[in-house]
């Protein structure tokens, strides 16, 4: 059975959950207290040598770190990565996009606002934050206007991963309001099926 080495309130953690369930796949969730330096024990590192979670325990002494690798690794073979070889480098886009462009800033500023408590520490960068995380957002918002998902005409591993932080962009400071086909892409995600919120276990 896999084990993931999760932080709950992490929407990094949060996408791999919601595939494992999505799947129907079985296994044992591992607390890592980030806030308690829990991932940058000897031990984890041994895990992650990067310290940082999710980690996916794949057999015992196999590790897979970084959320979009992971869901790379599970979603083959399933409806949730294209056959399509053009369609999963789609995806590879978007997920990258994540990565680079849409969880440094709006992953971050939910971080710094809603988990840590310190907004007013961290202003100047905030706005800085503003203006990069509305830019994806907007990317996001053009795409959506013209299609129901991100890739083809089907839910993917580029809408989980997407997903993750956008849902919760508000408690970043972020206004969804502005962005009517990313709500409406919101609503679908949470109408598909085994569908979990970022806080069940």
């Given amino acids: 059975m896999y084990k993931l080495y999760d932080f709950l309130l992490s929407g990094n953690s949060y996408k791999v959950r919601l595939l494992l369930a999505q799947l129907q796949i079985p296994f044992t969730r ?10 940058k024990t000897p031990e984890f590192i041994a895990k992650n040598p990067n310290g940082r979670i999710p980690v996916l ?26 056959a399509n070889v053009f369609e999963q480098s789609q995806v590879m886009q978007w997920l990258f996009f994540e990565q ?22 961290y202003k100047q960068a905030l706005e800085q934050k503003q203006i990069l995380g509305y830019a994806a957002l907007n990317v996001m918002e053009n ?6 998902f991100f890739v083809g005409k089907t839910y993917t591993i580029a809408d989980i991963g997407l997903y993750a932080y ?25 109408s598909q099926p085994r569908y979990i919120k970022l806080t069940d276990t």
């Fill in 166 to 190: 956008t849902h919760v962009a508000e408690e970043g400071g972020f206004n969804l309001s502005n962005f009517p086909a990313i709500q409406s892409w919101l609503k679908r995600i949470e």
């Fill in 57 to 82: 325990e794949i057999y015992p002494g196999q590790y897979l770190a970084e959320s979009n690798a992971i869901l790379f690794y599970l979603s083959q073979n399933t409806n949730y990565f294209p």
């Fill in 143 to 148: 795409n959506l206007k013209k299609q129901d």
């Fill in 100 to 121: 680079y462009s849409h969880e440094p800033n709006i992953a971050t500023s939910r971080y710094w606002i809603s988990i840590l408590g310190k907004e007013k520490e």
């Fill in 30 to 39: 591992i607390e890592v207290n980030i806030l308690n330096k829990e991932s």
